[in-house]
DNA sequence: TGAAATGTTGGGGCG
DNA sequence: ACGCCCCAACATTTC
C-alpha cells in the first residue's frame, strides 16, 4: 500500500558514487528542502558488471567513513541491497518520502536504471531531481563547432576549461551541511558482505589508503602543499611515493569530486596545470563513455575488430602474478595486487607488454584491472586500455611499443622500485636490475639469482616480440 | 605519455 | 698544418 505522499514526507538522498558530504549537490538539494533526510545507500544487484574485488574492499571501508561522518551531523546512513527499484518502492511505500535526489552516473546500464526510476517515480507523485556531482562539465557539454563531442584530447580540453573556469568561479564546490535532520534508521555495512571471507588480502591492500572524504582531503592538501611542485617530473618515478596525487581511489568512490580538486589545485600556490591535465584525461574518459556506451566492451575503432588476438593463458597468468621475466612490468603487476594501485608510467608499460609483446587481447588487461584496482573506474579503465591498444579514439599510435626494460632504466635507474616488488633480485646490482638475463653467471650467482628458478627468464624475447608487434599492427591496418 | 635505425656533426688522435 | 678515421653526441626519419 502506497501512503499519500504528503508534503511532510522525508526527503531521500540515494548515495552512488558520491560517498561524501561536501560538494555533493544532490545532498545539498536535500538538506535544502528542509525535510527529516533517508540517507540512502543501496548495495545493487542487478548492475551490468559486478564490482571487483578490490573495489568492494575500498566501497566497505568508504561506507563506514560515510557513516560516520553522517553520524557526527546527527543522522544515519540506512543501507539496503537489492535491485535498486525494488528497494526505493518499498522504502517510499514505508517512509512516505516526498522527493528524491541523487548525484548522475554516466555508464550505459546505470543510465538506463536512473531514467526508468525517475520516469516511474515521477509518475507516482514524487519530486525527483539529479544532479552532476561526479565531474567538471557533463559529458554533453562540450561539444565541437560542428555540434558532435571532441574525439581529441587536446582540442577537448582547450574547450572544456573556457567552461569549467568561469562556471566554477561563480559556483563554487559546497561546504558539507552542518547538521543532517534524520528520519529514521539501519542495516549494519558488514552485512553487505563486501569483504573476502578467508585470507587477509583486504587488510594489506589498506595499509596505505585510508578511504572516505577525510582521507581524500588529507591526501589532496599534502600533495598540493609540496609534492606537486615537481610533478612533471617526479610523476614519472614510480618509487617517489608523493609524485602523484593517488588520487584516483577516492576519487571513483566520490570521495572528493573533481570540482574540489580543481578549486584547490587553482587556489595553490604552484603551478597545477599538469596535473590538472590528467584530471581532464579522467573527464575525457567519460566523453568518450557517455557517446561510446560500450566501451569496455567493444573497439571504438571498428577496423580492430578482426584483429587476431593470441590466446595464451599461460602468458597472461604469468602477466597477472608478476612473472614475465621483465623487472620493471613484474614489479607494477605485483605493486597492483599487493597495494590496488600502480603507478601510471608502469600502467602503460605493463599494459603495452601485455597488448602489443604477448598480443594478448586489451580486454583481458582491462578486465584484471576492473578486478584488482581500487579504483576501477568504469571510462577512465576502458578508456586507457583502448589507447594503448590503439582502438580507442585518439589512441597512442599503433607503432608506439614501450621497451619494458629501457623504461625501467629510464624511471627507475637506481633500481628502488623493483627492488621494493621483486625482493628476488634486490643484490642484482643497478647495472643489470632491470635486465637480469643480460648479467654475467658469476653476477647472477653472487646475488642468489638462478635465472628459471627463482626468477623466470624473459617470457618473450623483446625484439622479436617488437617486430612481430609491428608487422601484426602493419597487416591489420592494410587489411582495412 | 616510444624506440630503433639512419643521418649528421664535430672534436681528437694520428700519420 | 692537414687529411683521414673513429666515434660519441645529437638530429631526423621511420615504424
Not at 522527493?99 to 515521477?122: F, H, Q
Not at 588520487?247 to 587556489?267: C, T, V, Y
Not at 588487461?365 to 584496482?373: A, H, I, K, R
Request: aromatic residues 12%.
Amino acid at each position: 500500500m502506497t501512503q499519500e505522499k504528503n508534503s511532510d514526507g522525508p526527503a531521500i538522498v540515494w548515495f552512488r558514487r558520491d560517498l561524501r558530504l561536501a560538494d555533493n549537490p544532490a545532498l545539498n538539494a536535500a538538506v535544502k528542502t528542509g525535510r527529516p533526510l533517508i540517507l540512502l545507500y543501496i548495495f545493487e544487484t542487478d548492475a551490468d558488471r559486478s564490482l571487483g574485488s578490490a573495489k568492494k574492499v575500498w566501497l566497505h571501508h568508504s561506507l563506514v567513513s560515510l557513516s560516520q561522518s553522517i553520524e557526527t551531523k546527527g543522522a544515519k546512513l540506512l543501507l539496503r541491497k537489492g535491485p535498486a527499484e525494488v528497494v526505493l518502492d518499498e522504502i517510499i511505500d514505508q517512509s512516505g518520502a516526498a522527493s528524491l535526489y541523487w548525484n548522475r552516473r554516466y555508464e550505459a546500464d546505470g543510465i538506463e536504471r536512473d531514467s526508468n526510476i525517475k520516469a516511474s517515480l515521477k509518475e507516482a507523485g514524487l519530486e525527483v531531481e539529479t544532479f552532476n556531482g561526479s565531474l567538471l562539465t557533463e559529458p554533453w557539454d562540450v561539444e565541437t563547432q560542428a555540434g558532435g563531442y571532441y574525439k581529441v584530447f587536446t582540442p577537448y580540453w582547450r574547450a572544456a576549461c573556457q567552461i569549467i573556469g568561469p562556471r566554477l568561479a561563480s559556483n563554487p564546490p559546497l561546504a558539507p551541511p552542518k547538521s543532517l535532520r534524520p528520519f529514521n534508521k539501519n542495516m549494519a555495512i558488514d552485512d553487505l558482505g563486501l569483504l573476502p571471507k578467508d585470507l587477509d588480502w583486504d587488510e594489506k591492500i589498506l595499509e596505505d589508503w585510508t578511504p572516505g572524504e577525510n582521507g581524500a582531503m588529507d591526501r589532496l592538501k599534502s600533495f598540493l602543499a609540496g609534492p606537486i611542485k615537481d610533478y612533471a617530473d617526479g610523476r614519472n618515478i614510480p618509487s617517489n611515493e608523493t609524485g602523484t596525487s593517488r588520487l584516483s581511489p577516492h576519487l571513483a568512490a566520490g570521495e572528493i569530486s573533481p570540482r574540489q580538486i580543481w578549486q584547490a589545485a587553482r587556489d595553490g600556490k604552484h603551478t597545477a596545470d599538469k596535473f590538472l591535465s590528467e584530471i581532464g584525461w579522467r573527464e575525457f574518459s567519460y566523453v568518450l563513455l557517455y557517446h561510446n556506451p560500450e566501451l569496455a566492451e567493444k573497439n571504438y575503432k571498428p577496423d580492430f575488430d578482426n584483429f587476431d588476438w593470441r590466446t595464451d593463458k599461460k602468458s597472461l597468468e604469468a602477466w597477472t602474478q608478476g612473472q614475465t621475466g621483465y623487472p620493471f612490468v613484474d614489479a607494477g603487476m605485483r605493486e597492483l595486487w599487493q597495494t590496488g594501485w600502480m603507478h601510471n608510467r608502469v600502467r602503460m608499460v605493463v599494459a603495452s607488454f601485455l597488448i602489443k609483446h604477448l598480443l594478448i587481447d586489451w580486454r583481458e588487461g582491462e578486465d584484471w584491472f576492473w578486478d584488482t584496482l581500487l579504483e576501477a573506474d568504469p571510462a577512465a579503465n576502458s578508456a586507457s586500455w583502448q589507447w594503448v591498444a590503439g582502438s580507442g579514439a585518439d589512441a597512442a599510435p599503433y607503432f608506439r611499443i614501450f621497451n619494458p626494460f629501457g623504461q625501467g632504466e629510464k624511471f627507475d635507474a637506481d633500481g628502488e622500485y623493483v627492488r621494493k616488488y621483486v625482493p628476488e633480485l634486490k643484490d642484482l646490482p643497478d647495472k643489470y636490475i632491470q635486465t637480469p638475463w643480460a648479467a654475467p653467471k658469476e653476477i647472477l650467482s653472487k646475488a642468489g639469482v638462478k635465472l628459471g628458478k627463482t626468477y623466470p627468464e624473459p617470457l618473450v624475447e623483446h625484439k622479436m616480440a617488437r617486430e612481430r608487434a609491428l608487422s601484426r599492427y602493419k597487416e591489420s591496418r592494410s587489411e582495412n
